[in-house]
T-cell receptor, first 118, second 111 residues
Framework: DTAVSQTPKYLVTQMGNDKSIKCEQNLGHDTMYWYKQDSKKFLKIMFSYNNKELIINETVPNRFSPKSPDKAHLNLHINSLELGDSAVYFC?????????????????FGPGTRLTVT | RKEVEQDPGPFNVPEGATVAFNCTYSNSASQSFFWYRQDCRKEPKLLMSVYSSGNEDGRFTAQLNRASQYISLLIRDSKLSDSATYLCVVNPSTGFQKLVFGTGTRLLVSP
């Protein structure tokens, strides 16, 4: 039983193309995320959605557009792909955090999508 | 200055050794702290949360020093299966879970 799944696992495409990555979680979590891990292994948050509502957008180029049709899915669409977009993209989910207080919940990551732009 | 800094390693140790990793964070208002583990070409997975009083989980001990903005992870009796990258993770804010990851410390345990 895969908790957080992503498709495709590998994606090779040419510059200028448009592509999508899909993510689904069956954990019943309210919050989902997209992260980018670059060639230097630096993992950085891109977006976060809580109950289908965008709550974090980390100054990502607007060529990247997340879409959450329901709270179990968070897809990432990328327009006009560039060489610098080559990376591993991880989807993650967690319980919704309390609006006050310091508690953070564990984030569960999908297996990643390795995107190569040529 | 990076929000979360770690020595990238690699740390090469023999089986059975004790190894310690350190991490510093820049935001003194940070609220939550974690160690995640990432195996090669795999996703990160939570290893343990880090509490102010320090906490232990089997061979793993995590410590937090808020005054020095410093987090540590101690692994005792290293196993071959401990070979991985250990990511120091901080939530600098309350409310939303914006985790900030360090670049990781690579550990190689040899027979």
């Amino acid at each position: 039983d895969t908790a957080v799944s992503q498709t495709p696992k590998y994606l090779v495409t040419q510059m200028g193309n448009d592509k999508s990555i899909k993510c689904e979680q069956n954990l019943g979590h309210d919050t989902m995320y997209w992260y980018k891990q670059d060639s230097k292994k630096f993992l950085k948050i891109m977006f976060s959605y809580n109950n289908k509502e965008l709550i974090i957008n980390e100054t990502v180029p607007n060529r990247f557009s997340p879409k959450s049709p329901d709270k179990a899915h968070l897809n990432l669409h990328i327009n006009s792909l560039e060489l610098g977009d080559s990376a591993v993209y991880f989807c993650a989910s967690s319980q919704a955090p309390p609006m006050t207080g310091a508690l953070s919940y564990e984030q569960y990551f999908g297996p990643g999508t390795r995107l190569t732009v040529t | 200055r990076k929000e979360v800094e770690q020595d990238p390693g690699p740390f090469n140790v023999p089986e059975g050794a004790t190894v310690a990793f350190n991490c510093t964070y820049s935001n003194s208002a940070s609220q939550s702290f974690f160690w995640y583990r990432q195996d090669c070409r795999k996703e990160p997975k939570l290893l343990m949360s880090v509490y102010s009083s320090g906490n232990e989980d089997g061979r793993f001990t995590a410590q937090l020093n808020r005054a020095s903005q410093y987090i540590s992870l101690l692994i005792r009796d290293s196993k071959l299966s401990d070979s991985a990258t250990y990511l120091c993770v901080v939530n600098p804010s309350t409310g939303f879970q914006k985790l900030v990851f360090g670049t990781g410390t690579r550990l190689l345990v040899s027979p």
